[in-house]
């Protein structure tokens, strides 16, 4: 196997094209060994660290289902190299032949990998691919990452840029919609791409590329602006940049005297927990005050890899939220939302965004009724810890930012009375007189 380090670039120390000779080498689907349905369902609940009563002393170093799929697919590769974030992002699978190697590929799903063309390319690290059924083609992880044709489909309202970011772009990469806080995009790579992204009119494109002359513009463009005073640095994933890099990028920002809080966005505790080393962990911990906010979607991606990843991060410092994208026949139900709310908070991360998904060109399979995150809204709060209930929003299309949506929880008015109605659904009073 080739050295990673020789020919991965020099930003993000991953290699967009795979070297000759690196892609790992697949078992015949005739020697595939099978994990068998009643035993996938048991190990896509980690319930040593998650169940009631679990225990982070028992934590294993993976779920079950990651390790029959390694010694399905990847029985040579060593430990080592597996819990390599390089070697996982070396490794990304992408292509038909790929996937059609390790899934059982519906009609749709082939059809949608021999499209080509301008599509948000394909791209699923081999850990979280363990993470994805071979056969059940609606499984939510599998729908996020693994594109159908509905993705071509061109529905009511969608657009390629629906929140106008391009329209608040006063230099390359740089968003400055709110006057206090810019995003910074630091990179369009992300080591999986999900089928959703808002972004997809730009990541995995080469379009915004981590140079440093790009990268100083925009860090001109913050110093001349002195009411910013918080950068969220995303992206493409943020993560993706090599350790230097992004240390790079965190001082130049840090010397900024006006910017007093810096935020990442990243992906990469669900998609490619092995990125989140000590030795990141100790460079961030240079920038503080620094907080992260992280991609979760699902209960099935908190596994021991990403907890491990979240309680560095933690440990560091950091304050870790999550960003929770609502996706039909993902997450659209109460029990699933609880169950993520609940690992999470497990695993140190606040809850703190859920998004009604935007609506992107190719999006409409993925969209629920905006009454679908009410309901969930509603079914957590009073019904769980307050910490575990995300911010439910719109990112108002055409660039109006977020607006909160809640239910209702004021039922009317009796004189000086305020009538509420609780999480039971009874009504108490309230003196608020006008
Ligand atoms: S990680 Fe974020 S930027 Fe990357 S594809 Fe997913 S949603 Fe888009």
Known sequence: MASI?????????????????????????????????????????????????????????????????RKAFYPDVSERDWNDWHWQARNRLRTLEQLEQVLVLSDDER???????????????????????RDDRNQPLRRTVVPTTGEF?????????????????????LVHRYPDRVLLLVTDFCSSYCRYCTRSRMVGHGAIAPSESRLENAFE?????????????????????????LDWILTQLRQIPHVEFLRIGTKMPAVLPQRITPELCR????????????????????????YQACTRLADAGIPLGSQTVLLAGV???????????????????????????????????????VSKGLEIIEGLRGHTTG????????????????????????????????????????????????
């Open 283 to 306: 460079m961030l911990r240079k920038h503080h005050p620094l907080w992260m906010s992280i991609h979760f979607l699902h209960p099935d991606e908190c596994t021991p890899e990403s």
């Open 111 to 133: 059809a949608a990998l021999s499209h080509g063309g301008g599509m948000l390319p394909v791209s699923i690290t081999p850990y979280y691919m363990s993470l994805v059924s």
């Open 221 to 245: 463009y913050i110093r001349r602006t002195p009411t910013i005073r918080d950068v969220l640095i995303s992206g493409g994933d943020p993560l993706a940049l090599s350790d230097e890099r």
């Open 5 to 69: 380090d020789a020919d991965a670039c020099s930003y993000c120390g991953v290699d967009d094209e795979e070297p000759p000779g690196t892609t790992v080498e697949f078992l015949p689907p005739s020697v595939v060994a099978h994990v068998s349905p009643a035993k996938r369902s048991r190990a896509t609940a980690p319930r040593d660290i998650f169940s009631p009563g679990g225990s982070v002393g028992r934590l294993p170093r993976s779920t079950f289902q990651t390790k029959a799929f």
């Open 387 to 434: 910490y575990a209930i995300p911010n439910y929003v719109i990112d108002a299309p055409g660039g109006g930012g977020k607006i909160p949506l809640q239910p209702n929880y004021v039922v009317g008015r009796e004189g000086n009375d305020i009538l509420l109605r609780n999480f039971r659904g009874e009504v108490y009073r309230y003196p608020d007189a006008v």
């Open 331 to 369: 997450n659209d139900n109460v029990e699933t939302m609880k169950s993520l709310v609940h690992r999470l908070l497990i695993m140190r991360v606040r809850p703190y965004y859920l998004y009604q998904c935007d609506p992107i060109t190719g999006s409409a399979h993925f969209r629920t009724p």
């Open 153 to 173: 489909q061109h529905g009511l309202g969608e657009a390629e840029d629906p929140l106008g970011e391009d329209g608040d772009t006063p230099v390359p990469g």
